[in-house]
């Protein structure tokens, strides 16, 4: 089955500056990679998602890029603020192919820590 | 929309007890699955189910028993709660095909502790 490995498990930054986070992921049927963000006490929530036909997205002030042929895909935020303070979750899964529904694979999540 | 629901939020189990953790869904999701949060193991899927009458195992599905009668209720089944089965639950609903948004929505978690 698949297996999403997640670096870092912990990353500190100083406020305004750049986060990255990087996922790889073992099979290379996977064609849904979405990024998750969880407050303490919360549910997972999506914050972006990327599917195999394109190699980035951008969505304000997070990015995420995809490297098909490596298999890893990376989470960046930019001009963090202590909001986004938060454990961020990366995942996997043959999102709409026969048979697996939507099953998704989870990396081991990143906790962020935005200081001022 | 309620989105997904999940009820208990808290639950505390004797070692043997029993208990029904219940999700519902109201966005005609075909796909709905459920979770365990450990800390440090992120999220690994217990039990999924693609439609109405399928359910299928996922990586930790040793004492967790589902069925799913409707398109809206996904119920998860301890069947003898155990101690390692201390943890956060959380169910989880999407569409399954390719041409829609596959985004995965959690409902609030359950709080479940076996002494």
């Known amino acids: 089955g698949e297996n999403v490995e997640q670096h870092p498990s912990t990353l500190s930054v100083q406020e305004g500056d750049s986060a990255v986070i990087k996922c790889t992921y073992s099979?290379?049927?996977?064609?849904?990679f979405p990024w998750y963000k969880q407050e303490l006490g919360k549910r997972p929530q999506l914050i972006i998602d990327?599917?195999?036909?394109?190699g980035e997205k951008k969505d304000q002030r997070i990015a995420v890029t995809l490297n098909k042929t490596a298999k890893h895909f990376s989470l960046h935020i930019t001009e963090t603020q202590p909001e986004d303070s938060a454990v961020y979750f990366c995942?996997?899964?043959?999102?709409?192919?026969?048979?697996?529904?939507?099953?998704?694979?989870f990396g081991t999540g990143t906790q962020l820590k935005v200081e001022l | 929309n309620a989105g997904v629901t999940q009820t208990p939020k808290f639950q505390v189990l004797k070692t043997g007890q029993s208990m029904t953790l219940q999700c519902a869904q109201d966005?005609?999701?075909?796909?709905m699955s459920w979770y365990r949060q450990d800390p440090g193991m992120g999220l690994r899927l217990i039990h999924y189910?693609?439609?109405?009458?399928?359910?299928d195992q996922g990586e930790v599905p040793n004492g967790y028993n589902v069925s799913r009668s409707t398109t809206e209720d996904f119920p998860l089944r301890l069947l003898s709660a155990a101690p390692s089965q201390t943890s956060v639950y959380f169910c989880?609903?999407?569409?399954?095909?390719?041409?829609?948004?596959?985004?995965?929505?959690f409902g609030p978690g359950t709080r479940l502790t076996v002494l």
């Open positions: 989880a609903s999407s569409y399954s095909s390719w041409d829609r948004d596959n985004e995965q929505f």
């Open positions: 099979d290379s049927a996977s064609n849904y």
């Open positions: 990327i599917r195999s036909n394109v």
């Open positions: 995942a996997a899964s043959r999102g709409g192919l026969t048979g697996g529904g939507n099953k998704l694979t």
């Open positions: 966005m005609n999701h075909e796909y």
């Open positions: 189910s693609v439609g109405a009458g399928i359910t």
